[in-house]
Nanobody, 128 residues
């Protein structure tokens, strides 16, 4: 079982950067693929990015490609989301999720396919 705690959210101006972290406590972190989701008020939860347990596969929503980078540090039990060139439409609560999955080179950005654990979220607000 994993407990996930996000941090690094905040208020920044459009064009700025933030680095989100998601620290996991528990065992077998390296066996999980990881993903970042976000949810804006009145909107459905959107899969932003994911990384496989092996770290060799990453995937991004079209809306963030070229601006966001996901990475993981298994020694620190932490997954990161570097967000650059932020836009007001990036505003939302950002959640990390851990999926036990079935293949070390696979990850998913589909919330309904996550078989594992979720964090409580961190607020990101981008002002124009």
């Amino acid at each position: 079982q994993l407990q996930l705690v996000e941090s690094g959210g905040g208020l920044v101006h459009s064009g700025g950067s933030l680095r989100l972290s998601c620290a996991a406590s528990g065992s077998a972190f390296g066996y999980y693929s990881l993903a970042w989701f976000r949810q804006a008020p009145g909107e459905e939860r959107e899969g932003v990015s994911c990384i496989s347990s092996s770290g060799t596969t990453t995937d991004y929503a079209d809306s963030v490609k070229g601006r966001f980078t996901i990475s993981r540090d298994n020694a620190k039990n932490t997954v990161y989301l570097q967000m650059n060139s932020l836009k007001p439409e990036d505003t939302g609560i950002y959640y990390c999720a851990a999926d036990i999955g079935t293949h070390s080179n696979f990850c998913t950005r589909e919330a309904g396919l996550i078989r594992g654990f979720w964090g409580q979220g961190t607020q990101v607000t981008i002002s124009s």
